[in-house]
């Protein structure tokens, strides 16, 4: 009795079909980590993907600092959204700080 005969190369699955969808959605998701090259003076090109993931465009301002010898970089957006969760909660509810501000300018001035 002899052994079934196992295909063997390419026979063994035959191939997915194609699908474009699959692809685009592979695109969409920005790899998590990215090797990339230091150039020219101290350059690096952040991919697509993620400038994109970040919401950053061509021009846009960026704050960098080194954390436990990791370069972050973060969008100046992100950045002020960040501060202003953060400072957030030490504002009172109803509180406004601007009229506060303004109330003790005034005072000062002799405004009021």
């Keep these: 009795m002899t052994a079934p005969e196992t295909p063997k190369g390419f026979a063994e699955e035959p191939q997915k079909p194609y699908s474009s969808r699959i692809?685009?959605?592979?695109?969409?998701?920005?790899?998590?980590?990215?090797?990339?090259?230091?150039?020219?003076?101290?350059?690096?090109v952040i991919p697509a993907a993620m400038r994109e993931e970040m919401g950053i465009k061509p021009g846009d301002d960026l704050v960098a600092h080194v954390e436990n010898g990791e370069l972050r970089l973060i969008s100046h957006q992100m950045a002020l959204t960040r501060v202003q969760e953060e400072m957030a909660k030490y504002k009172k509810p109803g509180e406004s700080v601007v009229d506060e501000f303004l109330a003790e300018r005034r005072a000062m001035w002799g405004e009021e």
């Design 23 to 44: 692809r685009e959605e592979l695109l969409r998701k920005p790899p998590r980590f990215e090797r990339l090259r230091v150039g020219d003076g101290g350059r690096v």
